[in-house]
T-cell receptor, first 117, second 114 residues
Framework: KAGVTQTPRYLIKTRGQQVTLSCSPI?????VSWYQQTPGQGLQFLFE???????NKGNFPGRFSGRQFSNSRSEMNVSTLELGDSALYLC????????????????FGPGTRLTVL | AQSVTQLGSHVSVSEGALVLLRCNYSSSVPPYLFWYVQYPNQGLQLLLKYTSAATLVKGINGFEAEFKKSETSFHLTKPSAHMSDAAEYFCAVSRPGTGNQFYFGTGTSLTVIP
């Protein structure tokens, strides 16, 4: 099976712009989670989508949003970019063999490196 | 609330020596625990996971971890370090039944000295 893919791998934006990141989960996986990784804050949970519904949300401002499509692909959007949004954004997928609400192994993509100038 | 503490942001070991990376967790209910490894410019790769079955968990690349409820620990070990083990290691905790909201530790950078 192909792994989790994220596009683009690298992005450079300027303050005030918006950006959309894409994530394609492993085939058959229905859950997609997003994480922000920075040297100062480490790995922080953004949100999780399951069957096109946001199920969990981390402590990030409303500028960070996401969605999931019927084929389980997910996008993350950040509006009005700030310098502090520069980070590696990681997407992870899992299969949920035990159904919604269960916790399962997450498989991570390589990430999108976002630089805000 | 769940949280994870990784003691030691940097650990150095000689090639062939024991690797011990420490992880302590805080959870209101018996958690699920995971160890991931991250190589430069890559995503996270699962090493092993504990999901309330056997307390001693064996993972890939010769790594293992033991869940100790009394110590709220889930330390990662490997008997003999290899140069290829040099990477960043993350411990993560999640609460069963609440979906995939993982809480990660701050990571431990492992250096292997030849």
């Amino acid at each position: 099976k192909a792994g989790v893919t994220q596009t683009p791998r690298y992005l450079i934006k300027t303050r005030g712009q918006q950006v959309t990141l894409s994530c394609s989960p492993i085939s058959g996986h229905r859950s997609v989670s997003w994480y922000q990784q920075t040297p100062g804050q480490g790995l922080q949970f953004l949100f999780e989508y399951f069957s096109e519904t946001q199920r969990n949300k981390g402590n990030f401002p409303g500028r960070f949003s996401g969605r999931q499509f019927s084929n389980s692909r997910s996008e993350m959007n950040v509006s009005t970019l700030e310098l502090g949004d520069s980070a590696l954004y990681l997407c992870a997928s899992s299969s949920y063999p035990q159904g919604a609400g269960s916790t399962d192994t997450q498989y991570f993509g390589p990430g999108t490196r976002l630089t805000v100038l | 609330a769940q949280s994870v503490t990784q003691l030691g942001s940097h650990v150095s070991v000689s090639e062939g020596a024991l690797v011990l990376l420490r992880c302590n967790y805080s959870s209101s209910v018996p958690p699920y625990l995971f160890w991931y490894v991250q190589y430069p410019n890559q995503g996270l790769q699962l090493l092993l996971k504990y999901t309330s079955a056997a307390t001693l968990v064996k993972g890939i690349n010769g790594f293992e971890a033991e869940f100790k409820k009394s110590e709220t620990s889930f330390h990662l070990t490997k008997p003999s370090a290899h140069m290829s083990d040099a990477a960043e290691y993350f411990c993560a905790v999640s609460r069963p039944g609440t979906g995939n909201q993982f809480y990660f530790g701050t990571g431990t950078s492992l250096t292997v000295i030849p």
